[in-house]
């Protein structure tokens, strides 16, 4: 499995200086940085993930002899927030194309080369929840969870690594827990869920037949309504394709019957299936937002961004969501999740520019 995506961020917003032009010089691990002079960066932010914060220049706060405040803002990528839902039940130890479905899905998300979530901890805020229904303990939904976390692979492996299969698939109880705890966390958006499962759906009352439907695909338009995004993939065939669309659209916020502009599912019929699977969601859910410590004054297009030292078009390759927030659009954003390391650097006049 080949990484999603590798991103390098150089400092966004140079101070300006009496010719007009920035001034960069060298490379730390593929970031460019600019030549400051100055000490004490912090390349840590607050949670674990990767972030490039640059000292203010001097005499920041007055007026140079130009007349005009030299500032250096820093970018920082917006970090999304992930639980993986997992689904505990015993037939996830069936056989699937030469392991079992449990061991593929385990393999993909924590394979320590090339796993989804070692590859992209740094990048994707994961957590971990496992469900079924403990019905010795009489405990439903059961869940056993690693919290969200940048920098988790080795917490959630932990969890993870020793669990097995066990006994019933209440993916509507369990849904809604995860989601209601997800969306009481202090992280910023975007915040989803990828449930995996390889069976239909039943209830923590009625774990037999698997007449949960209804419960599991209210449980996605409540999440939905708690601004949090279900994506679903099953795992082998055993779960209808009419529950998969259903579930799909209300996890998207659309009518679950909607046929017109239906929101995609994934089926996995083997373990390269489930690969692409898990990829696609999560290239899909990662955003191309990046925050500024400082506010954008005015018309954002009076700076400049660049792409690899190539300067895109504002409005068309990028545009601001907020005063502190630059976005990368359209074929510029898919550019950057090609696999590839980049670089993102951008110009601003230091009269549209405001640093609180």
């Known amino acids: 499995m080949n990484k999603l995506f590798l991103l390098a961020v150089s400092a966004l917003g140079y101070a300006c200086i009496s010719d007009g032009a920035p001034s960069v010089s060298g490379t730390t691990g593929g970031i460019t940085i600019p030549d400051t002079s100055t000490t004490g960066t912090d390349t840590t932010s607050s949670d674990g993930g990767a972030r490039l914060d640059l000292p203010l220049l001097p005499d920041v ?12 803002l820093s970018v920082e990528p917006v970090i999304p927030t992930l639980t993986l839902l ?8 069936f056989n699937f194309q ?3 479905r449990w061991e593929a899905t385990y393999d993909t998300l924590m394979d320590p080369v090339d796993g989804v979530v070692p590859t ?4 994707v805020r994961f957590g971990l929840a496992l469900y079924t229904n403990d ?5 439903c939904p059961d869940l056993t969870e690693a919290p969200p976390a940048v920098g988790n692979a080795a917490a959630i492996d932990a969890v993870y690594g020793p669990a097995t299969p066990l006994n019933e698939t209440p993916t509507g109880e369990s849904l809604d827990l995860v989601a209601t705890n997800l969306a009481a966390m202090p992280f910023p958006d975007p915040k989803g869920i990828v449930l995996a499962t390889d069976g239909e759906p039943d209830t923590c009352a009625q774990p037999n037949p698997q007449n949960g439907q209804p419960e599991a695909i209210a449980a996605a338009q409540n999440a939905w309504v708690l601004g949090i995004q279900t994506y679903i993939i099953s795992v082998g065939d055993q779960v209808s394709e009419t529950h998969l669309q259903e579930m799909a659209n209300a996890g998207a916020g659309k009518d679950p019957m909607e046929m017109v502009d239906p929101e995609p599912y994934y089926q996995a019929l083997n373990p390269t299936d489930l ?6 969601i999560i290239a899909d859910f990662v955003t191309c937002e990046f925050t500024l410590d400082g506010e954008i004054v005015g018309d954002p297009c009076k700076g400049e961004v660049y792409l690899d030292g190539e300067i895109i078009e504002c409005g068309v390759d990028w545009d ?5 927030t630059v976005e990368l659009i359209g074929g510029t954003c898919d550019l950057i999740k090609d696999g590839e390391e980049h670089t993102i650097e951008a110009v ?9």
Not at 120 to 123: H, S, V
């Open 98 to 100: 030469g392991s079992t």
């Open 348 to 356: 601003f006049p230091c009269d549209a520019v405001f640093v609180p």
């Open 61 to 72: 706060g007055a007026d140079t002899e130009e007349g005009c405040l030299d500032v250096t």
């Open 135 to 139: 019905e010795e303990s009489g405990v």
């Open 320 to 324: 601001a969501t907020s005063d502190s």
């Open 120 to 123: 992209l901890e740094d990048r």
């Open 86 to 93: 997992i689904d505990q039940s015993g037939s996830m130890g």
């Open 275 to 280: 690969v692409d699977a898990f990829q696609q």
